[in-house]
């Protein structure tokens, strides 16, 4: 009898842990589209609007020719896994940059220098992840990340059209890094 009660509460015990373990296994790792390097690249560069427009472009570019890479590959499960990471640090990629391009918009930071070859690498991203075809394992991913390029297209065409007409218009405050009072 006290055999079955010290097995039963052993059971219980074992069961109480799994159930707390199973799911931090379930639970993904969160993903960090930077390395360690880019992230001190982009620290570096934080007073200066441009220049962290000019690396998140860099850095977008690297994902994007590493998928465009992996499109040639052999077709096998290990390939989808990669090209569905790698698709979906691009994506949060493209976000962060568009979040950093509306904080730079309500500064009035000049980027034009930045904003023009981003506008004109966006549509070479687009070009690249329309291209690639969509496969099961990664075709949610490669919407989102067409989804997004689209929005960060848009938003950097339009801000460089916005800033052009701005600081022809307030040429005392070309070059700034943000409004200030006057």
Not at 19 to 27: D, G, N, T
Not at 30 to 49: C, F, N, S, Y
Not at 137 to 143: C, P
Not at 168 to 173: G, I, Q, T
């Amino acid at each position: 009898m006290k055999s079955r009660s010290i097995r039963s509460l052993c059971l219980s015990a074992s069961l109480l842990c799994l159930l707390h373990i199973v799911p931090l296994l379930a639970q993904k790792e969160k993903r960090e589209p930077l390395t360690e390097a880019q992230v001190e690249l982009i620290r570096e560069a934080g007073i200066d609007p441009g220049e962290r427009v000019k690396l998140y472009t860099k850095f977008v570019d690297e994902h994007v020719n590493t998928i465009k890479g992996l499109t040639n590959r052999a077709h096998s499960a290990a390939r989808v896994h990669r090209i569905d990471d790698e698709l979906l640090d691009l994506t949060a990629l493209m976000d962060e940059l568009g979040s950093n391009l509306d904080v730079y918009t309500d500064r009035k930071a000049d980027i034009r220098k930045a904003l023009k070859p981003l506008a004109e690498n966006t549509q070479r991203w687009l070009g690249v992840l329309r291209a690639l075809a969509g496969e099961p394992g990664f075709d949610l991913s490669r919407k989102e990340a067409i989804e997004s390029g689209e929005d960060l297209a848009d938003e950097a065409s339009r801000l460089l059209r916005e800033q052009t007409e701005y600081f022809a218009l307030h040429k005392d405050e070309q070059g700034q890094e943000r409004a200030e009072p006057k």
